[in-house]
C-alpha cells in the first residue's frame, strides 16, 4: 500500500471500494479497488498478462487488511452506458470489433469476463476506441446447474439452468450491447426496431451473436471476425 498515496473514493458497490490514487513512484494517476471477494484472484495474473488496446487490466496486485486492492491506470474516458445514446451509427461496428477483440484476447487465455456490459466499458472522445474493465467476475468454462436470475442481460440458456457457461456467455453480452446501439425502442410497437442506416449485415451479426446457442458465434474470435466482415 506504500507504494500508492489513496485518493478520493470513486464508486462502491455490495463487495468493492474504488478509489483515486497516485503512484508514489512515478507520480501517475491511477485507480486502486478494493475486494471483499477473491473468487477471480486465481485468474489474474493471466489477465494481467495480457496487453491488449482494448482491454484495461490492473497493473499491480496486492492484499491489505483482508481486501484483494487491483491498481489500474487511471483512464479519463467515459463509461458505455452513459453515452450509448450519442453514439454515432458510423462507429459502432468499429466499437463492437474493439469489444469482440477484447474478449478473444481474454477467451484466447481461457478466461470468460461474465460480465460484459455497458458499465463495463470505456470508450473514448468521438467513440473511436472501447476498452473492457472490471474482471471482478471473470471465470473459467463451467457447467452451471441451477438458473441465474439476474438484473443483467444473461444468456437464455442460463434462465434455465443445466448449461456451460462459457465464451458464449461473453458473446451473448456483447450482442446485447450492440442490440442497445443499432436499435431505438418502438413505444408504439412495443418492440426495439433497428435505427435507421443501420447496414443489414452488422443487424444479422448482432442477431446471431444474441442467438440460441447452436446458432450463435462460439467465441470472441469468431464475433470480431464476423463483424469485421460487415465493417
Ligand atoms: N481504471 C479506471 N479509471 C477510471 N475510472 C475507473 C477505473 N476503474 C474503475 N473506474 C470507475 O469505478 C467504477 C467502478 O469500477 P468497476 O471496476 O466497474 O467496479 P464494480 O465492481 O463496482 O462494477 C467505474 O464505473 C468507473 O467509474
Ligand atoms: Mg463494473
Request: glycine fraction near 6%; charge should be negative; charged fraction near 25%.
Amino acid at each position: 500500500m506504500d507504494r500508492y498515496v489513496l485518493g478520493e473514493r470513486i464508486d462502491q458497490s455490495y463487495l468493492s471500494v474504488v478509489y483515486h490514487g497516485v503512484e508514489r513512484s512515478t507520480g501517475r494517476a491511477a485507480v486502486l479497488k478494493f475486494n471483499k471477494s477473491l473468487k477471480h484472484a486465481p485468474l489474474l495474473p493471466r489477465i494481467m498478462a495480457l496487453d491488449h488496446p482494448n482491454l484495461l487490466v490492473p497493473s499491480d496486485v496486492f492484499m491489505h487488511d483482508g481486501s484483494l486492492v487491483e491498481v489500474s491506470p487511471y483512464c479519463d474516458w467515459q463509461l458505455l452506458s452513459r453515452v450509448k445514446k450519442d453514439v454515432p451509427l458510423e462507429v459502432i461496428s468499429g466499437l463492437g470489433v474493439q469489444l469482440a477483440e477484447a474478449l478473444a484476447a481474454l477467451h484466447g487465455k481461457g478466461v470468460v469476463h461474465h460480465d460484459v456490459r455497458g458499465e463495463n466499458v470505456f470508450v473514448s472522445t468521438y467513440f473511436l476506441q472501447a476498452r473492457l474493465f472490471d474482471f471482478d467476475n471473470a471465470c473459467e468454462p463451467y457447467f452451471l446447474e441451477k438458473s441465474i436470475d439476474s438484473w443483467n442481460d444473461v444468456p437464455p440458456e442460463a434462465r434455465t439452468g443445466a448449461c456451460r457457461v462459457d465464451f458464449q456467455w461473453d458473446v451473448y453480452q456483447a450482442g446485447r450491447l450492440l442490440q442497445e446501439l443499432t436499435h431505438s425502442y418502438d413505444w408504439g410497437a412495443n418492440k426495439e426496431i433497428p435505427k435507421d442506416r443501420i447496414p443489414a449485415g452488422l443487424l444479422v451479426v448482432v442477431q446471431r451473436a444474441q442467438a440460441d446457442r447452436k446458432e450463435r458465434y462460439a467465441s470472441g474470435r469468431e464475433l470480431a471476425d464476423a463483424l469485421r466482415r460487415v465493417s
